[in-house]
């Protein structure tokens, strides 16, 4: 199966919104980085104890993704942004981008540049919600990925097709 690895690098966010405002207490704020939110697929930041409502985590993930998904508009890359609570974790919103709109994106940049770096509005449900998200990525070159048949049984190999 065609193959690329999807690199993604979650830089930070400014001017989210601030949930424990009205405790006046301090804003730790961690992400979750999924495709589509599926579970096996989920990264999480280490909590920003610092940033309040602008964060920092310049924090990596890599997925390997196929072909088609990287031309799907149905399959999204999905980050939410909670703040940590004592007994809950509170959301603060989340950016919900499918992959086929960031493989244009990286397909339209020059050769050298390397990384896409975009910057994201935060929504909460189908309102903007307060602050962006940056992040830089790239879709590293194809590969085939093959998978073996179980020991003791016979591999027929087939080429790209």
């Known amino acids: 199966m065609e193959c690329r690895e999807l690199e993604i ?8 919104e601030n949930v424990r405002n009205f405790f006046k207490k301090r804003v730790r704020v961690y992400a979750k980085i999924s495709l589509g939110g599926n579970l096996r697929t989920q990264n999480t930041t280490p909590v920003d104890k610092e940033g309040q409502t602008n964060p920092v985590w310049n924090f ?12 799907s508009h149905e399959i999204k890359l999905l ?7 004592t007994s809950q974790e509170t959301n603060i919103g989340e950016l919900n981008v499918s992959l ?11 050769k050298g540049e390397g990384a896409a770096k975009v910057n994201y509005p935060v929504k909460r449900g189908d309102d903007d919600s307060q602050g962006e ?3 830089s990525y790239k879709f590293r070159d194809v ?5 073996l048949p179980p020991i ?3 591999y027929v190999g087939r080429g790209p097709s």
């Open 60 to 71: 990596t993930a890599v997925y390997t993704v196929g072909k088609k998904a990287v031309k």
């Open 143 to 147: 590969f085939y990925f093959v998978q």
């Open 133 to 135: 998200v940056s992040l």
């Open 152 to 154: 003791g049984e016979k």
């Open 79 to 85: 980050i939410q942004f909670f703040c940590v609570r």
């Open 9 to 16: 690098t979650l830089i930070s966010a400014q001017n989210l």
């Open 100 to 110: 086929a709109e960031l493989f244009d994106r990286f397909s339209a940049l020059s």
